[in-house]
């Protein structure tokens, strides 16, 4: 087992390793700027690892803010696409993260582990 964990531990929040398989990329984002920026994290998560979990949701609790193209037993990643992507591009096999319950759960957590990486 090869594991991405954070660094950053959010309170009161069960944070636990998710398998890489059992996880797709909700917003699957595929242009050149989302691309370019990709890029960028990635250098930055090689000098200074992940800061933060990711955060995913069940198919049943998910709010429909995009499609979802995961089969039912998935987690979608709604907050760390570029981690996600991170940990598949490096070999990673499990990630750390931590399940939403649901819109309003999932937009507090948002709140406090967004974060923009500067070029």
């Known amino acids: 087992m090869k594991p991405l964990t954070a660094y950053n531990i959010l309170p009161n929040r069960k944070q636990e390793l998710f398998d890489i398989n059992n996880l797709f990329d909700l917003p699957n984002r595929q ?3 989302y691309k370019q920026y990709l890029a960028t994290v990635m250098k930055d998560m090689d000098k200074n690892g992940m800061s933060n979990p990711i955060l995913v949701i069940r198919k ?3 709010w429909n803010r995009m499609p979802w193209t995961g089969t039912d037993t ?4 709604v907050t760390g696409s570029n ?3 991170y940990a598949l591009e490096r070999g990673y096999t499990h990630i750390e993260g931590i399940i939403c ?3 309003s759960d ?3 957590m948002w709140q406090s582990t967004y974060k923009r990486v500067d070029k």
């Open 74 to 77: 998935q987690l979608g990643v």
């Open 106 to 108: 999932w937009f507090q």
């Open 31 to 33: 242009d050149d700027n």
């Open 83 to 85: 981690r996600y992507r």
């Open 101 to 103: 319950n649901d819109k």
């Open 60 to 62: 049943e609790n998910y």
